[in-house]
């Protein structure tokens, strides 16, 4: 059972010591990025520039600071930068997939596409060109679109590659009530989950279609695998079938005070004071 398979320690690990390579302008010295410890099982360590992350299934680590997104990449300790200061301050990103990066500036009503190497794969789309006046949430789809929860319409919105609207939800009011203001939002296995405290998670399909809500009061930050949410809160990692309801906390290295933790298939990431740490797995 996946419940099971997902309680995991974390052993030691031969990785040989990484010699960092930088492109443009790291805001740290690459060095900084290129501790190993196998040892202790940590396949990577390095200085966290902020406590707003993102990982991905290939092991790199993301940072958004102020106008910047920081890409590292774990397996060579290449550290890349993207920032656009005439966008403003960057609000969110998802790099679910890594090599179609979203990047959210709220203030601006703007979102930026970028390649693995953070690099432009478009123009800057301006979402009031589209009809959407007030975007507080975005993430991108499997199918190559992106998902919009528009504040002023009050509902999510599909919009294709060719940036036409193709579904949209009902309002989301109907659903979660008045006071009901979603904060996250991911696609995982062709649905879309949208998180509202003190509501739960909203299931939609890939049409938009409402499925069901999921009961859940953590953190913001959560990720799909299979049929659970893993989630870190007050001090533990949390994995949740969203059926039952039931949770099992994971395996967590000892001695180590840890502020945040998200587990992938491959890795544990974990943020301890201003520094990072990915863990490896078998």
């Given amino acids: 059972m996946l419940l099971l398979l997902i309680i995991f320690l974390f052993p030691a690990i031969n990785v040989s010591p990484v010699i960092g390579v930088v492109q443009g302008t790291p805001a740290l010295p690459a060095g900084e990025y290129c501790a190993t410890h196998p040892q202790t099982g940590v396949k990577y360590s390095g200085q966290a520039p902020s406590r707003h992350y993102y ?4 092991e790199n680590v993301y940072f958004i600071d102020g106008y910047k997104l920081l890409k590292i990449d774990t397996a060579t300790g290449e550290v890349m930068e993207f920032g656009s200061y005439s966008a ?18 709220r203030d601006f009503n703007r979102i930026v596409f970028l390649d ?5 794969l478009r123009s800057e789309i301006d979402l009031s060109e589209l009809g959407i006046e007030q975007a507080v949430l975005a993430c991108t789809s499997g199918r190559g679109g992106m998902w919009i929860f528009s504040d002023r319409d009050n509902r999510i919105i599909y919009f294709d590659q060719q940036l036409r609207n193709t579904h949209q939800s009902m309002v989301i009011g109907s659903i979660a009530g008045p006071a009901g203001k979603p904060v996250s939002m991911t696609e995982a296995q062709n649905r879309l989950y ?22 859940y009061s953590g953190p913001e930050r959560f990720r799909v695998t299979g049929n659970n949410i893993i989630y870190f809160d007050g001090g533990k990692l949390i994995s949740m079938d969203m059926e039952s309801g039931e949770e099992i906390y994971l395996d967590l290295p000892s001695g180590v005070e840890i502020d945040d933790a998200m587990m992938h298939s491959a890795y544990l ?3 301890s ?3 990072f740490m990915l863990y490896g797995r078998r």
């Fill in 194 to 215: 949208l998180y509202i405290p003190r509501k739960g998670i909203l299931v939609f399909d890939r049409f938009a279609s409402y499925i069901t809500t999921v009961p």
């Fill in 273 to 275: 004071g201003n520094r």
């Fill in 55 to 58: 990982t991905d299934h290939l």
């Fill in 88 to 105: 403003g301050e960057i609000t969110l990103a998802d790099v679910s997939n890594p090599f179609q990066i979203m990047v959210l500036y």
């Fill in 269 to 271: 990431f974990l943020l």
């Fill in 116 to 120: 693995n190497k953070l690099s432009r």
